[in-house]
Nanobody, 128 residues
Framework: VQLQASGGGLARAGGSVRLSCLVSGRTFPSYAMSWFRQAPGKEREIVSAIGSSLGRQAYYADSVKGRFTISRDNAKNTVYLQMNSLKPEDTAVYFC?????????????????????WGQGTQVTVSS
């Protein structure tokens, strides 16, 4: 399984960015997916997670709740992170991660160590 993240870049505070993560293989629907981020000098932290299959379960860190939206398109083997109302503190390298196979109602994983597969990371920089 390979993950390829894209969509990062430079944005102004209050702006929007959409990240994409393309996952290889035919088992994508069975994987729970997440986005983590890591700012310089800080530990990697979970931003959002979505359950497998139809993605009926979703989790958001308090810092992004109401601003970010995670979604998945199983036909395209892709998970997205729509980031609105960006703040300078959202500046980080964003990583997508996959764990599976997982049942659609399985508990969402919050720790980086729980994830089997990782993308290469994409930089998001938000200027004030």
């Amino acid at each position: 399984v390979q993950l390829q993240a894209s969509g990062g870049g430079l944005a102004r505070a209050g702006g929007s960015v959409r990240l994409s993560c393309l996952v290889s293989g035919r088992t994508f629907p069975s994987y729970a997916m997440s986005w983590f981020r890591q700012a310089p000098g800080k530990e990697r932290e979970i931003v959002s997670a979505i359950g497998s299959s139809l993605g009926r379960q979703a989790y958001y860190a308090d810092s992004v709740k109401g601003r970010f939206t995670i979604s998945r398109d199983n036909a395209k083997n892709t998970v997205y992170l729509q980031m609105n109302s960006l703040k300078p503190e959202d500046t980080a390298v964003y990583f997508c991660a996959a764990v599976g196979p997982r049942g659609p109602l399985a508990t969402l994983m919050m720790r980086a160590a729980d994830y089997n597969y990782w993308g290469q990371g994409t930089q998001v920089t938000v200027s004030s």
